[in-house]
C-alpha cells in the first residue's frame, strides 16, 4: 500500500512518477533537485615578512593565476590588508588553504590564508 505524498512537499520526481510516455507530470523549474554547493572565499592575509615573490608564486600555482593578475592580488593584499585569491566549494577552498599553508610553514614564512563563506 502505498501513502500519497502531495506533491508539494516532495523533493522532486522519481522513477515512479513517470507515466506511460516518460513524462513526470511533476513540476522541476522552481525546486530543482540539485543543490548548489554553497561557496567560500579564500582570502591571503598581509605579514611583513613573507617575500613578495613567494605570494605571487602561491597564487599562480594554487590558484592558478597568471603572473599579472597574480601580482595585481599580491598588492592588493600588502597595501590593503587582506585580499581574495579566489572562490571555491567548501572541500576546493580548504584544500587550497591547507596546500597554502603547508607552502608558508615548509618556507618558513608567516604567510596566513583563511576561507570564510560567501
Ligand atoms: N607585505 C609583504 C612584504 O612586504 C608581502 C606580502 C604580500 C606578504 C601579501 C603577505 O599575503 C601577503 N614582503
Known amino acids: 500500500m502505498q501513502s500519497f505524498v502531495p506533491p508539494a512537499v516532495r523533493a522532486g520526481p522519481e522513477d515512479g512518477d513517470r507515466d506511460a510516455?516518460?513524462?513526470?507530470?511533476?513540476?522541476?523549474?522552481?525546486?530543482p533537485k540539485t543543490k548548489k554547493p554553497s561557496l567560500y572565499r579564500v582570502l591571503l592575509l598581509n605579514d611583513d615578512y613573507t617575500p613578495m615573490e613567494f605570494v605571487v608564486a602561491i597564487l599562480e600555482q594554487v590558484f592558478n593565476k597568471s603572473r599579472e593578475e597574480a601580482t595585481?592580488?599580491?598588492?592588493?593584499?600588502?597595501n590593503q590588508g587582506v585580499g581574495e585569491c579566489g572562490v571555491y566549494p567548501f572541500e576546493v577552498a580548504e584544500t587550497k588553504v591547507t596546500h597554502v599553508m603547508d607552502a608558508a610553514r615548509r618556507?618558513?614564512?608567516p604567510l596566513q590564508c583563511v576561507m570564510e563563506k560567501q
Open 107 to 109: 618556507n618558513q614564512h
Open 72 to 78: 595585481r592580488i599580491m598588492l592588493h593584499v600588502h
Open 21 to 31: 510516455d516518460g513524462q513526470s507530470g511533476v513540476a522541476t523549474k522552481t525546486r
